[in-house]
């Protein structure tokens, strides 16, 4: 009987253990090589519950997509490294973090075993617009670096716009740039300088011809419309609220909100004796203790609509141009700004200012009649 009770003990001791041990879901530890110009991309076959990096000099941020991660360096040659990633279905995914100036993949599909996600190879210009056409919707854009800007094309959510900020060869790294549609797919850029570019258009589908998708937003068209002019004949609601820069004047006149959106009056005034030309306004709210290394961060705000009564976006000299701009209805954390920079096409004149967050909170309500 002793003998017995000894060989139970002896059997809980050691078997149980391994047992338990065996419906664990190991993982292996892989190498990764990430950059703080380019954004890695890790697609799982289930959604992200839990990721954890071994330092302060690496970015993790989850897409809208719950299955995706993208990863990034904050700084240049950091020390070696690892993250733990766990996964809905119970496995952990361990890596290892090494800094790369040359990535040869930018996206990796992470299953039993990870595969890479081919990328695309394009060129920008800071003299001309390029547009990237998908079949679905996009959910997400990011940008490497903030000498790029990519952003969906006004009202329409297939179809990304991007350029180049900076404007020569010297001025711009190569950087990576990744869309997200709403299907779950991921499609990773590469993306490099041209002065002039012999493709501007891409057509990422199989499709040869891609219908735009128009967004989904509660007020249509004509009636923001009909509230684009009520609200530039109001007039002015804020004062010296904007910035006076190579006798050019760029500020804005009013907020208003109604329903789900937001209505801002920009104003632009020429003042110099040479015409300025307006290539685009970007919006985006920035921490305001954010550093010159972080300025990608910048989260971009992108109008659902844009209404101006003038035809063209040339502003004489001594002219002016008013435009309204039309957001899904936002607010921003506290000390954080909100940015509103004018760029000039073919020129140097780019100017910003700043809306602090009270002045938001301020908008005024805008009723319309039926």
């Given at each position: 009987m002793k003998n017995r009770k000894l060989y139970l003990c002896i059997l809980f001791c050691f078997y149980f253990p391994a047992l338990f041990a065996a419906n664990l879901v190991g993982s292996k530890t892989d190498s990764l090589?990430?950059?703080?110009?380019?954004?890695?991309?890790?697609?799982?076959?289930?959604?992200?519950?839990?990721?954890?990096?071994?330092?302060?000099?690496?970015?993790?941020?989850?897409?809208?997509?719950?299955s995706i991660l993208r990863i990034?360096?904050?700084?240049?040659?950091?020390?070696?490294?690892?993250?733990t990633i766990i996964t809905m279905d119970g496995i952990v995914h361990t890596f290892k973090l090494n800094y790369g100036t040359n990535l040869p993949f930018i996206a990796f599909q992470v299953s039993d075993v990870r595969s890479e996600i081919p990328f695309y190879e394009i060129e920008l210009s800071h003299k001309q617009t390029s547009h990237l056409i998908f079949d679905k919707k996009v959910v997400e854009v990011s940008a490497g670096v903030d000498t790029i800007i990519a952003e969906q094309a006004e009202g329409i959510d297939n179809v990304i716009k991007c350029k180049s900020v900076a404007s020569g060869f010297e001025f711009f790294d190569e950087t990576s740039l990744t869309i997200v549609t709403e299907d779950g797919n991921l499609y990773p850029f590469v993306v490099t300088y041209n002065e002039s570019p012999n493709v501007v258009n891409y057509n990422i589908s199989n499709e040869s011809q891609v219908e735009a998708i128009f967004s989904d937003y509660s007020l249509r068209e004509p009636e923001m419309k009909k509230l684009a002019k009520k609200v530039l004949k109001e007039g002015t609601l804020l004062r010296n609220l904007g910035v006076m820069e190579n006798k050019m004047v760029f500020g804005l006149r009013s907020i208003f909100v109604h329903n789900d959106v937001m209505m801002f009056f920009l104003d632009v005034q020429n003042n110099s004796q040479v015409d300025y030309e307006i290539d685009f306004i970007k919006s985006y709210v920035i921490n305001k203790r954010t550093s010159k290394k972080q300025a990608f961060q910048t989260d971009e705000k992108i109008p659902i609509y844009i209404y101006s009564e003038s035809e063209s976006e040339r502003i004489a000299a001594k002219g002016c141009y008013s435009v309204v701009f039309f957001f899904k209805r936002f607010t921003i954390p506290n000390k954080h700004n909100l940015f509103f920079e004018l760029f000039e096409k073919n020129g140097g004149r780019h100017i910003k200012f700043t809306v602090p967050n009270k002045v938001l909170l301020n908008a005024k309500h805008l009723y319309s009649k039926p």
């Open positions: 090589e990430i950059s703080d110009t380019k954004w890695l991309y890790l697609k799982f076959n289930s959604d992200i519950k839990y990721a954890d990096m071994g330092t302060e000099d690496i970015r993790i941020e989850k897409s809208v997509i719950p990034k360096s904050e700084i240049p040659y950091f020390e070696s490294t690892s993250i």
